[in-house]
């Protein structure tokens, strides 16, 4: 995984949204600078289920010039390897599993981060899958269902894995998008797996995201919605490591593009 980051720099990832991450958006993040990693918005996965078209165009239309990673959710095991193995025919950069998404839909179902209540459950999932992905398998995760006290646990998870890339919201799912991030958790995280780990949740400008990664030293930053707010924060971002132009963008950039 590491070969898609930028070295020089921390990467800046755009975060998969339900509903909002399809490949219009994806353009017109581009547009402003965008992210070195695009995730697709979540394919649910269940006994029946197909590869949605439209998340598809997403990895097979992608004109951005950047790395697609396809996320899946769900809880069935066959039917995750059956999709996985079906999206390993399309130009993927990986796959990526959500453990995190905090919809009250999604948590009934036992999938997204629903799923953090059953830590051998996740640990069975992640074995099945790492054993039948033939390329890079990533996750995202939240640092608990109720408490931050359970991520200790879901760490122990991740580390028996072969992942390419963790990333964490530093919420829980109970927390939803309410409370302060807890990057401790993140940091513990960044200090143990051997993978990139990628800091999620309240980057909402240049300030939030330096914070964040000075308090955990993540290899990235994913951006979700506050790339919705602020499209042009990807370059913000980049113009302070990197030294250059920072743009400021009007209502009429917007208007234009």
Request: with cysteine.
């Amino acid at each position: 995984m590491r070969e898609l980051l930028p070295t020089h720099r921390p990467a800046l990832v755009l975060a998969p949204m339900q509903d909002v991450t399809d490949l219009p958006f994806m353009r017109l993040m581009a547009k402003y600078g965008g992210p070195d990693l695009y995730v697709t918005e979540f394919i649910r996965v269940t006994q029946d289920s197909k590869l949605d078209a439209t998340i598809l165009k997403s990895i097979t239309e992608n004109d951005t010039g950047k790395p697609v990673l396809a996320q899946m959710i769900g809880q069935d095991i066959p039917a995750l390897i059956r999709i996985a193995k079906q999206l390993e025919r399309h130009p993927i950069a990986g796959i990526d599993l959500n453990l995190g998404c905090p919809a009250p839909v999604v948590c009934r179902k036992d999938a997204g981060g629903g799923l953090l209540r059953q830590p051998e459950r996740v640990d069975a999932i992640l074995s099945a899958l790492r054993q039948n992905i033939q390329g890079r398998f990533t996750v995202k995760c939240r640092v608990g269902f109720a408490d931050k006290s359970e991520f200790p646990r879901l760490l122990e998870v991740f580390l028996k894995h072969d992942l390419q890339m963790l990333t964490i919201h530093g919420r829980t799912v109970r927390d939803a998008y309410k409370t302060p991030v807890h990057p401790e958790c993140v940091a513990t995280a960044v200090k143990a797996m051997q993978c990139p780990v990628i800091a999620n949740g309240n980057v909402v400008d240049v300030p939030t995201g330096l914070a964040y990664l000075k308090h955990t030293q993540a290899a990235g930053l994913m951006l979700g919605r506050g790339a919705i707010r602020h499209p042009w924060l990807f370059q913000q971002l980049r113009a302070h490591w990197e030294g250059g132009e920072t743009r400021t963008f009007t209502c009429r950039d917007m208007l234009d593009n």
